[in-house]
């Protein structure tokens, strides 16, 4: 089964970068699944709305655009070509600077911002975009 960013590449595009989701935000839905695993297993609920929501997120920044799809059953996705985006901005917490998660707000051309929440390593992914960036308007 392919992913939903490898059935959107057009042609000539190719993923450059490839981002995740932090599990740390999602701390709470893993510990109240675990706590109420002995209650009938009503615990299992939680820890796979947990594992959906992680597994169903696809982040990529390839040579042409940022593309981010959310969701298994609903869909919500946000791609933006990289000669749209004025600014990528990291927003982390105390705890996302200590566990390496935060969220990434792009703002582009004609488009509001579109805030990525909860992703892992946003200032690796904040840099693999600017390095993309700067390669597009090389050429």
């Given at each position: 089964?392919?992913?939903?960013?490898?059935?959107?590449?057009?042609?000539?595009?190719?993923?450059?970068?490839?981002?995740?989701?932090?599990?740390?935000?999602?701390?709470?839905?893993?510990?109240?699944?675990?706590?109420?695993?002995?209650?009938?297993?009503l615990g299992l609920i939680f820890?796979?709305?947990?594992?959906?929501?992680?597994?169903?997120?696809?982040?990529?920044?390839?040579?042409?655009?940022?593309?981010?799809?959310?969701?298994?059953?609903?869909?919500?996705?946000?791609?933006?070509?990289?000669?749209?985006?004025?600014?990528?901005?990291?927003?982390?917490?105390?705890?996302?600077?200590?566990?390496?998660?935060?969220?990434?707000?792009?703002?582009?051309?004609?488009?509001?911002?579109?805030?990525?929440?909860?992703?892992?390593?946003?200032?690796?992914?904040?840099?693999?975009?600017?390095?993309?960036?700067?390669?597009?308007?090389?050429?």
């Open positions: 089964m392919a992913s939903y960013i490898e059935d959107a590449l057009i042609q000539d595009e190719h993923i450059l970068y490839t981002g995740r989701i932090s599990l740390w935000p999602m701390w709470w839905l893993l510990l109240i699944g675990v706590l109420l695993l002995p209650a009938f297993g820890l796979a709305t947990a594992y959906i929501k992680y597994k169903t997120t696809e982040l990529a920044i390839t040579n042409k655009r940022v593309i981010a799809k959310f969701g298994f059953i609903s869909r919500r996705t946000v791609e933006i070509n990289i000669s749209k985006v004025e600014s990528i901005q990291v927003d982390q917490s105390v705890l996302g600077r200590i566990f390496d998660f935060g969220t990434l707000l792009i703002a582009g051309t004609g488009v509001s911002q579109a805030p990525i929440l909860g992703i892992s390593k946003p200032m690796e992914f904040r840099k693999a975009f600017m390095e993309a960036q700067d390669s597009a308007h090389a050429y």
